[in-house]
């Protein structure tokens, strides 16, 4: 069965410093990958997906990620960070289930 | 706009008393979820339906019951059994992909906190 797992589940950075986080994924076949992020009170929004085309994907508010498969990665990063980007933030994978793994999630701070 | 709606956002219960939690989705998917989510501990699923008519349990379902008997809404109920039911729930529902693989579309959430 597909899994992920975010490494580091609270990360903070400066403003303006790079961010980075983590997501390593296992699966048998070769899968779907997302990340979404979660404002305070509010559901998760899609940031970005990879499917099999193009390793780098850039999603929005700056982002991108970069599809490994040697070392079965997808971490997301942004050159410089911004306040607006404190939130959480999920990697997901899917194969050929029936439904989505997320990870357990990655509280990113930005310090002013 | 296609989208998922959940209601209410915030919902208060006594113990003891069964609560629904409304989504309703116009986005066509045939798949439908729900999540609840506490502090620290990521998306848990409580249910899914791949069809109407039909669901599956998912990791955490005691206390809960769901029906889908129009493919637009997916409703869950939190019974008195549930036995700490104050957490935020959120509804999913998704696109299936060629190959199997799908895509989650979230609503808002819904909060819900035992009094």
């Known amino acids: 069965a597909q899994s992920v797992t975010q490494l580091g589940s609270h990360v903070s950075v400066s403003e303006g410093a790079l961010v980075l986080l983590r997501c390593n994924y296992s699966?048998?076949?070769?899968?779907?990958l997302f990340w979404y992020v979660q404002y305070p009170n509010q559901g998760l929004q899609l940031l970005l997906k990879?499917?099999?085309?193009?390793?780098l994907v850039k999603g929005i508010n700056g982002f991108e990620a970069e599809f490994k498969k040697s070392e079965t990665s997808f971490h997301l990063t942004k050159p410089s960070a911004h306040m607006s980007d404190a939130a959480e933030y999920f990697c997901a994978v899917s194969d050929q289930g029936n439904d989505m793994r997320f990870g357990a999630g990655t509280r990113l701070t930005v310090k002013p | 706009d296609g989208g998922i709606t959940q209601s209410p956002k915030y919902l208060f219960r006594k113990e003891g008393q069964n609560v629904t939690l409304s989504c309703e989705q116009n986005?066509?998917?045939?798949?439908m979820y729900w999540y609840r989510q506490d502090p620290g501990q990521g998306l848990r699923l409580i249910y899914y339906?791949?069809?109407?008519?039909?669901?599956q349990k998912g990791d955490i379902a005691e206390g809960y019951s769901v029906s889908r008997e129009k493919k637009e809404s997916f409703p869950l109920t939190v019974t008195s059994a549930q036995k700490n039911p104050t957490a935020f729930y959120l509804c999913?529902?998704?696109?299936?992909?060629?190959?199997?693989?799908?895509?989650?579309?979230f609503g808002q959430g819904t909060r819900l906190t035992v009094v």
């Open positions: 986005l066509n998917h045939d798949a």
């Open positions: 339906s791949q069809i109407v008519n039909d669901f």
């Open positions: 699966s048998s076949v070769p899968p779907y």
């Open positions: 999913a529902s998704s696109i299936r992909f060629r190959g199997g693989r799908t895509e989650a579309f």
């Open positions: 990879y499917t099999s085309a193009a390793t």
